[in-house]
């Protein structure tokens, strides 16, 4: 992979990568990450590198070409789906994904406290992340200073 061929960000937040690795999510296997506000992809493809199934969010609809450009042309990376939609709008209309980890990074202050509700409750009601089955789900939960 060439670093300089990426569209966006190059490399996973830092704080994120951190968190993957103390909380041993490199030793999971079969797993599925649904991040919303995935950007450019750049935090899935930590996740892409440990064989995960990625599934990426995100409004922009240039962020989304990136991302989709970046995991199939330049990490040739098979087991990846992004959506350029509203991650309120997703989390209400998608189902059945039942993700071991869901990422949240750097957008939830973008939003009020009554939507962030909606969105962790339509997540959870849609099983967008495991919910029940014996299976356990991470969050990664980030918020910029105000």
């Known amino acids: 992979m060439f670093i300089n061929k990426i569209k966006g960000f190059k490399y996973p937040d830092m704080e994120l990568v951190r968190w993957f690795f103390k909380n041993k999510l490199d030793t999971l296997k079969n797993a599925k990450v649904l991040e919303f506000a995935s950007h450019n992809g750049n935090n899935l493809s930590l996740f892409a590198n440990y064989d995960y199934e990625c599934i990426g969010v995100e409004l922009s609809k240039q962020n989304h070409e ?3 450009y970046n995991f199939k042309e330049i990490m040739h990376y098979q087991k990846a789906s992004f959506f350029n939609e509203n991650m309120l709008d997703f989390a209400k209309n998608h189902q059945n ?3 071991d980890v869901l990422l949240i990074p750097n957008v939830i ?15 959870k009601q849609n099983n967008l992340y495991q ?5 356990v789900c991470s969050f990664f939960l980030k918020s910029k200073k105000c």
């Open 66 to 68: 990136n991302a989709i």
């Open 97 to 99: 994904i039942n993700a």
């Open 109 to 123: 202050n973008y939003i009020t406290k009554d939507e962030f509700k909606n969105l962790l409750q339509d997540a």
């Open 131 to 135: 919910v029940s089955g014996g299976g």
